[in-house]
Each structure stands twice: as C-alpha cells, then as structure tokens.
C-alpha cells in the first residue's frame, strides 16, 4: 500500500486551489495561463490516482488527452497574448474591454 | 509508513512548494522555472502511482515542450516596463476565502469516506499495454485530439502572422 487514496485527492486539490489563486492573484495574462496549466496538471493528477485505485487504464488514456488538449490550449493562448499585447502594449486583462477590433 | 508512502508524501511536499513558488512570484521567467520543478515532481509522482508512460509525457510535453514555449513568449514580449503586475488584497480575498473552504468541505468529503482506509496499492501500467489499449478502444479520440491540434496550429499561425500590429484606430476592414 502508497497511501490512503484520498491524500492523493487532496493533494489534487491543493494543486488545484494553487492554481486558481495563481489567476486571481495576478494582473498579468501570461500568469494566468499559468494558472490554467496548474489547474490542468492538478486534474491529471486526481485522474492517475483514481486509476490506480480502481485498476483500469481508462484513466490513464484520459491524461493522455488532457495532455494533448492543454498543449493546444496553451499554443492558442499564447498566440492570442501575443496578439492582443501588439494591439494594446498591455498584458493587464482590464486593459482588454474593447470588443471592437 | 511504508517506504513508498514516503517516497509519495516527499513528492507530495516538492510539488506543492515549488507550484507555490511558482504562483507567488512576480516575474514570468521566475514563475516558469519553478513550475519546471513542479511538473518533474509530478512526473515523478505519476510514476510512483504506476503511470511510467504518463510520466515521460509530463516531462517531454509540459517541463519540455509547454515550458520553452512560455519561455519564448516572455522573451518576445518586454515584461520590464510594466506596472504593479497583481490585483488590489480586497479583490482577491473572498474569493480565496471560499476557495479555502470548498477545499476543507472537499478534504473532509474524501477523508470521510467509508472507503476512506482503502489504500492505493502499487501497480504499473506497462507503456506497451496502455498503447495498445489507448489505440484499440479510443482510436477516435486520439484522431480528434490530431484534429485540435492542426486547428490549434492553423490558428497560430493566421494569428502570428502580423496583421495585429493594425491599431485599434485604424482603418476598419470591409
């Protein structure tokens, strides 16, 4: 036996929370994206210790999609910063309330 | 306590601490090299927990891949002149606040469980087998996640390639 499997829930939820503040705390969109990917990495994190509390490899096979998916996000979202800080020479996201382009 | 416990709460600790670092600090470059650190503990992590395909995807995509291309951004954008970079305590309190006790409720959620006891026990997800298995039953999935990740570099592409350094005043396309 690791460890009762509900540390390894908690511990995903710390991550989690870590996360979360990470974009609240931080006037700053790089930051924020940072965030995302904590949040993306606590998730992954909750779905490998529910796979091995439960013995199957579906799980396994979802953290290879998160991972995918948080790729692309992060592609796309750094893309769109670097397009929006051309427009405006800002990454502060109240600067950003101009949906006219 | 067994010896994998420890080797589990240790991780445990490194990760925390180092995406702590990493969210507290106020310059980018700063934040992404401690997150490196989180990503290669929960690397390792996942291949204590028996996903050791899973961990070498966490180090080559997100402490590789995910990383350098933050790193590259922050190097194509100039962060030095920029003002107070977090927002004002009052904002972000409260949220923290109920942040805080959703955490709480969730812990005492999972730690009252009446399976609460049942521990994980060791076992190893061999990388040949979750292949086989990812490419025998969840073939779609993986051509849809090919499928986002051209549109996710066409997107990047049409978005790069300049046409955002129009003003926001200037001349409004037809």
């Known amino acids: 036996m690791i460890v009762p499997y509900g540390h390894g829930f908690i511990l995903a939820g710390v991550v989690f929370l870590l996360g979360l503040m990470c974009i609240l705390v931080h006037r700053n969109l790089i930051m924020t994206l940072i965030g995302v990917e904590i949040m993306m990495n606590a998730a992954t994190i909750a779905f490998v210790t529910s796979a091995l509390l439960w013995r199957r490899m579906e799980e396994q096979a979802f953290v290879l999609f998160i991972i995918g998916v948080a790729a692309a996000e992060v592609s796309v979202g750094l893309i769109l910063i670097v397009t929006a800080y051309r427009r405006t020479g800002s990454l502060d996201p109240d600067r950003f309330n101009i949906l006219k382009w | ?174």
């Open chain 2, 1 to 174: 306590m067994t010896l994998y416990g420890t080797i589990f709460y240790i991780l445990a600790a490194a990760l925390v601490l180092s995406t702590a670092l990493a969210v507290t600090r106020r310059h980018p470059v700063h934040a992404i090299v401690y997150l490196v650190l989180s990503f290669w503990a929960s690397a390792l992590l996942f291949y204590l927990l028996g996903a050791p395909l899973l961990a070498a995807f966490e180090v080559i995509i997100y402490a590789g891949a995910v990383m350098v291309l933050f790193l590259f951004v922050v190097m194509m954008l100039k962060l030095e002149k920029l003002p107070e970079s977090r927002f004002s305590v009052a904002q972000w309190v409260p949220a923290g606040l109920l942040s805080l006790l959703f955490l709480v409720v969730g812990g005492l959620a999972v730690l009252t469980d009446p399976q609460a006891g049942v521990g994980l026990q060791t076992a190893r997800a061999e990388p040949r087998a979750l292949g086989r298995f990812v490419f025998e039953k969840y073939w779609l999935p993986v051509e849809m996640i090919s499928l986002l990740l051209l549109v996710a570099l066409i997107a990047a592409i049409n978005l790069g390639k300049g046409r955002g350094r129009r003003k926001i005043s200037g001349d409004v396309e037809s």
